[in-house]
């Protein structure tokens, strides 16, 4: 729980940082800390407004909306890790294939020297 907790604030001070490395265990615990929260906002939102397909999704939509930059700069800054240029984002219009791409170079581990974009940025350990 700790990691998440990490993770979240490594990513939200950074909101549009997108120069930088973000390291796999940052950008994994983000992407989970996201998931987690987008379905309690989600049944929040159906529990206020209600769950049919006409309905509006206020809180959701104000979520995606809120995380849409830090979203985008987390994963550039995960591609930086790698030794990619962010602009490899863009695969992921690509129907189909762009996404299984786009998640294969997330889960490729992270340059242990420095490279283009800096020295790596460790992931602190829980402690």
Excluded: C
Aim: proline share 6%; glycine share 8%; no cysteine.
């Amino acid at each position: 729980m700790e990691d998440v907790k990490t993770a979240v604030r490594m990513v939200l001070s950074k909101y549009v940082t997108f120069s930088g490395r973000a390291s796999r265990p940052e950008f994994w615990w983000w992407v989970l800390a996201v998931f987690l929260a987008s379905i309690v906002v989600g049944l929040v939102d159906a529990i206020i407004f209600g769950i049919e397909e006409d309905d509006p999704q206020v809180l959701t939509g104000l979520f995606g909306l809120a995380l849409l930059l830090p979203n985008i700069a987390v994963g550039v800054r995960r591609m930086h890790d790698i030794g990619r240029t962010g602009w490899w984002l863009l695969i992921a219009f690509v129907p189909i294939v762009g996404f299984f791409v786009l998640i294969y170079f997330y889960i490729q581990p992270s340059d242990t020297e420095a490279n283009t974009y800096g020295a790596p940025e460790p992931f602190p350990a829980s402690g």
